[in-house]
């Protein structure tokens, strides 16, 4: 398909677990960004990558999150030692090089719903 | 660091009136404000942006206003309909429209027909 990819779409694990979310972006698209949204809150920002370096990591929760983008493309969420409240939806979003017709949208995917019982 | 503010939380409309989402932000650089629709289950989707060098933008039925001194921005969403119904996002951001966006919480608009 021709939009942002996220896998798995659901994950149940058990607490201290350790857990890696897959997003693939629209092909081309420069910029991609990682967040997190919890029931009845707006996306809250993890980090955005340009290109396949971490241009902002501000928004990372403590030290068990951690992000990959090691080609430009694909990345990878990855948290370790899953705590109940890392529950949510972690979306994923891409966009296109800053240019005459960039509109300036983010184009998320679908989510992986991630459930720490 | 940014933080956007949002209300109502709820808001309820008979089909065909007009809605009213209101924004605040903290940060006076901030410079790109986009609007976002999430319907139940779905994938927020961009449905209209404005920057700072304008106070007004159009589109349809949905228009959105920015007060820079205030550091406020509304969206107003007129002849509504049940198609509408959904939780819209406000977001802002000072890295115009690349970098991170700074969401609200969200308001849950219903239309009523």
């Known amino acids: 398909g021709a939009g942002v990819s996220q896998t798995p779409s659901n994950k149940v694990t058990e607490k201290g677990k350790y857990v890696e979310l897959r997003c693939d972006p629209i092909s081309g698209h420069t910029a991609l960004y990682w967040y997190r949204q919890s029931l009845g809150q707006g996306p809250e920002f993890l980090i955005y990558?340009?290109?396949?370096?971490?241009?902002?990591d501000s928004g990372l929760p403590n030290d068990r999150f951690f992000a990959v983008r090691p080609e430009g493309s694909v990345s990878t969420l990855k948290i370790q030692r899953t705590e109940r409240g890392d529950s949510a939806v972690y979306l994923c979003?891409?966009?296109?090089?800053?240019?005459?017709?960039?509109?300036?949208?983010?184009?998320f995917g679908e989510g992986s719903r991630l459930t720490v019982l | 660091g940014e933080n956007v503010e949002q209300h109502p939380s709820t808001l309820s409309v008979q089909e065909g009136d007009s809605a009213v989402i209101k924004c605040t932000y903290s940060?006076?650089?901030?410079?790109?404000f986009p609007w976002y629709k999430q319907e139940l289950g779905k994938r927020p989707q961009l449905i209209i942006d404005?920057?700072?060098?304008?106070g007004e933008k159009k589109d349809q039925r949905i228009a959105v206003t920015l007060n820079k001194t205030a550091k406020h921005f509304s969206l107003h969403i007129t002849e509504t309909q049940p198609e509408d119904s959904a939780v819209y996002f406000c977001a802002a951001s000072n890295r115009g429209s690349q970098g991170n966006l700074i969401f609200g919480k969200g308001t849950k608009l219903s239309v009523k027909p």
């Open positions: 404005i920057r700072s060098n304008v």
């Open positions: 979003a891409s966009s296109p090089p800053v240019g005459r017709n960039y509109r300036g949208e983010l184009f």
């Open positions: 990558f340009q290109g396949t370096g971490a241009a902002d």
């Open positions: 940060d006076s650089a901030s410079n790109y």
